[in-house]
């Protein structure tokens, strides 16, 4: 089955440093993607890894290890604009992104 | 390039009438998906074609959903005898084929009652 995993909510303070978790079991592997969405709007893209390791994107970074089925996002230097849901999904064998719940982060002056 | 755009934003429809949602994806996107989102979730795989050819669909979708891309350019889902549980906000994405870069319109939102 297609399983991923991630928390439903979190909070931080602005200026704070913020690490969200992702756990996966897939039916195939093709790369995991991040994505941010505000309420009400359309997913944008954050970040991709299909090899283990850290991608660094200016505030924000994302870890992958493929062994483990395991990632995070890493968001550093919390704005109130981050205040947002984040998803994790995963490219499966067949092309398609099958996507975790999504992580509701509330950042607090 | 102006992005995925989808139409309406909005569609308030009474239960049993049959609704249909366009997406047109970024130019020269071969791909294209339909993924349907309910409030607290992630979005939920429906289908997707590559040009005009329907790949996949999910098994977890009714037979009254369908979706076309007769062209390979713009794409239509319809929705017949529409249900409550088929209120949702349904997102488009479309990527190139040669890459990785999934990109996503702002949706439709179905509510129906």
């Known amino acids: 089955g297609q399983n991923i995993d991630q928390p439903t909510e979190m909070t931080a303070t602005e200026g704070a440093i913020v690490q969200i978790n992702c756990t996966y079991q897939?039916?195939?592997?093709?790369?995991l993607f991040w994505y941010q969405q505000h309420a009400g709007e359309a997913p944008t893209f954050l970040s991709y890894?299909?090899?283990?390791g850290l991608e660094e994107k200016g505030r924000f970074s994302s870890f992958l290890s493929r062994s483990k089925g395991y990632s995070y996002l890493l968001l550093k230097e919390l704005q109130m604009k981050d205040s947002a849901s984040y998803l994790c999904?995963?490219?499966?064998?067949?092309?398609?992104?099958?996507f975790g719940t999504g992580t509701r982060l509330q950042v607090f002056p | 390039d102006t992005g995925v755009s989808q139409d309406p934003r909005h569609k308030i429809t009474k239960r049993g009438q049959n609704v249909t949602f366009r997406c047109d994806p970024i130019s020269e996107h071969n791909r294209l998906y339909w993924y349907r989102q309910t409030l607290g979730q992630g979005p939920e795989f429906l289908t997707y074609?590559?040009?005009?050819?329907?790949?996949?669909k999910s098994r977890l979708l009714s037979d009254r959903f369908s979706a076309e891309r007769p062209k390979g350019s713009f794409s239509t889902l319809e929705i017949q005898r529409t249900e409550q549980g088929d209120s949702a906000m349904y997102l488009c994405a479309s990527r190139p084929e040669l890459n990785y870069g999934y990109t996503f319109g702002s949706g439709t939102r179905l509510t129906v009652v």
């Open positions: 890894n299909v090899l283990d």
């Open positions: 897939t039916s195939g592997f093709n790369g």
């Open positions: 074609f590559q040009n005009e050819a329907q790949l996949e």
């Open positions: 999904a995963v490219r499966d064998n067949t092309d398609k992104l099958i």
